[in-house]
């Protein structure tokens, strides 16, 4: 639910499935579900039919998936990843699988370092025959890309009710074991695991700039997006896909780039905002930088004060003026 581009960041999944001809989508919640419900109703603001089902116990990624079979209802089911922005052909993917007759279909993506992700090895004809989750030693570039179209059955016959079960570790190579035919679908298509703030930061402004295109964008792409009620002083620069978000200020002669601004974040002047996160409500002061940080929800970070390199502040907390600063004092 954090904003990317301006609008929750699963609103980009959900309009990606919509323009991909899926019209009724289970979202499987859990830690602070009512969010979900709360933002997206049931769904008929973006032409879908949303359902919602919490797992108060976590069952796993496989777990997650059985716990809710029971409201799918098409023979085919796609499941996203919910940190994962990409811009690979859905449609294509469920061609695919109905062309195989899989049992599941993976969509896979090639990255330099796979060891951080679920390798697949895959033959000539791109069927599935092994996998191995975060390998140190991968024997293959290909990497599970967090989007699988199952055959709806296999859900409910391959993954235990009630039981913590993992998708990567167990079922997919239960399925290979048995001789279930698991299908590659391989693209190089635009890809990003947003589990770090600086992928978070990069993947949204990646929407902004039209890098990667979304149907749920909330205004034109182009260096920076601004929400309404923002209020940027013509002398400010806004670039590299930086989002000002509602009702947010940035003063003059303040230079914000390839950064996220929530909602009533305040810039002073003359500072610098790089490749960061200013939460919402939080206060950037006058002639402070800021490169590669996390600024948490309502903190102050006073005037002249410098923070680099994957600094965090927490939300509430208060800098004072001048109290930090990273480069040398040598002139």
């Known amino acids: 639910m954090l904003p990317a581009a ?55 990624t496989g777990g997650g998936l059985r716990n809710v079979a029971d409201r799918l209802r098409s023979d085919h089911v796609v499941v996203f990843n ?6 690979h052909d859905i449609a294509g993917q469920l061609k695919r699988h109905a062309d195989a007759d899989a049992a599941v279909t993976l969509y896979l993506t090639r990255v330099t370092d796979p060891r951080a992700f679920g390798c697949v090895v895959v033959d000539d004809r791109e069927r599935v025959v092994e996998f191995r989750e975060k390998d140190p030693n991968p024997p293959t570039d290909l990497i599970n890309a967090g989007c ?16 913590v079960v993992s998708v990567e570790r167990q079922t997919f190579p239960a399925l290979l074991g048995s001789g279930a035919l698991v299908q590659a679908f391989v693209e190089d298509a635009y890809w990003l695991d947003l589990g770090t703030p600086a992928a978070f930061v990069r993947g949204s402004c990646d929407l902004v700039l039209g890098t990667i295109g979304s149907p749920a964008l909330p205004g034109p792409t182009g260096p920076f997006l601004q929400l309404p ?8 620069v806004l670039s590299a896909g930086t989002t000002v978000g509602a009702d947010a200020v940035v003063g003059p002669g303040a230079r914000v780039e390839g950064s996220v601004l929530f909602d009533g974040a305040r810039v002073g ?18 002639g402070a930088v800021l490169v590669d940080v996390v600024i948490g929800d309502g903190a102050r970070i006073g005037a002249g004060v410098e923070l680099r390199a994957g600094a965090r502040v927490f939300p509430g907390a208060e800098l004072a003026d001048g109290a930090i600063r990273f480069s040398s004092d040598r002139s």
């Open 269 to 286: 002047p003359d500072a610098v905002v790089d490749r960061s996160v200013v939460g919402r409500g939080a206060v950037v002061g006058a």
């Open 148 to 163: 699988y179209v199952f055959r709806r059955e296999v859900l409910s016959t391959a993954i235990p009710s009630g039981e």
């Open 82 to 87: 919910g940190d994962i922005l990409d811009g």
């Open 229 to 236: 009620g923002a209020v940027v002083d013509p002398t400010a």
């Open 6 to 60: 301006g609008v929750p960041f699963v609103a980009h999944q959900l309009a990606r499935a919509k323009a991909a001809g899926i019209d009724h989508v289970v979202l499987a919640t859990s830690y602070r579900a009512e969010t979900f419900s709360d933002y997206f109703g049931d769904g008929s603001d973006l032409g879908l039919e949303l359902e919602y089902v919490t797992e108060h116990v976590p069952l796993g």
